[in-house]
T-cell receptor, first 117, second 112 residues
Framework: SQTIHQWPATLVQPVGSPLSLECTVE??????LYWYRQAAGRGLQLLFY??????ISSEVPQNLSASRPQDRQFILSSKKLLLSDSGFYLC????????????????FGSGTQLSVL | DQQVKQNSPSLSVQEGRISILNCDYT??????FLWYKKYPAEGPTFLIS?????DKNEDGRFTVFLNKSAKHLSLHIVPSQPGDSAVYFC???????????FGKGTMLLVSP
């Protein structure tokens, strides 16, 4: 069966420090991978998604970047964190054949609570 | 511009009663709709979905209704249980797109 791992679970970082959140998926090949953020009053905001190694689409211009160095690995990074980067970060995956109109769903990781102080 | 709207940030219901969570969308390209449930400090989990060719889908205590002409869907939980207390997200997708668009969520509190 497929599983998604996301770490760390919680993170407290000072403003201006770098960030690296990692996500890996097991039990599937060629998944679509996503980074979402849940911030207060903002719901689930899509940050980045990737349909393949090295292919990253950014949905919202901001202080963050994403990389996909391996098929089942997705990394969220920042060179200098801002206070506004605080939030609950979620990694998710779907089968590569996700077309948006069939009986498929996003599967989420357990999330990382990031507090920037 | 928010394409999926959940206008009620919170809803309180007594145990055993019906919970009705609402969702509106603006993008007429959306043709598949999903509800996710999220507990604090956990990732959302899939609850129920509906295709645009249907107007109702039922799964146990959960039923989703879709009104395409009004671009409106609702999630009914009957009977509500305290364990249903969570944030519920409405999401939509369009054919050919690899992403889901989520609403802001509605926090449901079911009291004993």
């Amino acid at each position: 069966s497929q599983t998604i791992h996301q770490w760390p679970a919680t993170l407290v970082q000072p403003v201006g420090s770098p960030l690296s959140l990692e996500c890996t998926v097991e039990g599937t090949s060629n998944p679509n991978l996503y980074w979402y953020r849940q911030a207060a009053g903002r719901g689930l905001q899509l940050l980045f998604y990737s349909v393949g190694i090295g292919q990253i689409s950014s949905e919202v211009p901001q202080n963050l970047s994403a990389s996909r160095p391996q098929d089942r690995q997705f990394i969220l990074s920042s060179k200098k964190l801002l206070l506004s980067d605080s939030g609950f970060y979620l990694c998710a995956w779907t089968p590569r054949q996700f077309t948006g109109a069939t009986n498929e769903k996003l599967f989420f990781g357990s999330g990382t609570q990031l507090s920037v102080l | 511009d928010q394409q999926v709207k959940q206008n009620s940030p919170s809803l309180s219901v007594q145990e055993g009663r019906i919970s009705i969570l609402n969702c509106d969308y603006t993008n007429s390209m959306f043709d598949y709709f999903l509800w996710y449930k999220k507990y604090p400090a956990e990732g959302p989990t899939f609850l129920i979905s509906i295709s645009s060719i249907k107007d109702k889908n039922e799964d146990g205590r959960f039923t989703v209704f879709l009104n395409k002409s009004a671009k409106h869907l609702s999630l009914h939980i009957v009977p509500s249980q305290p364990g249903d207390s969570a944030v519920y997200f409405c999401a939509a997708s369009a054919l050919g797109y690899s992403t889901l668009t989520f609403g802001k969520g509605t926090m449901l509190l079911v009291s004993p």
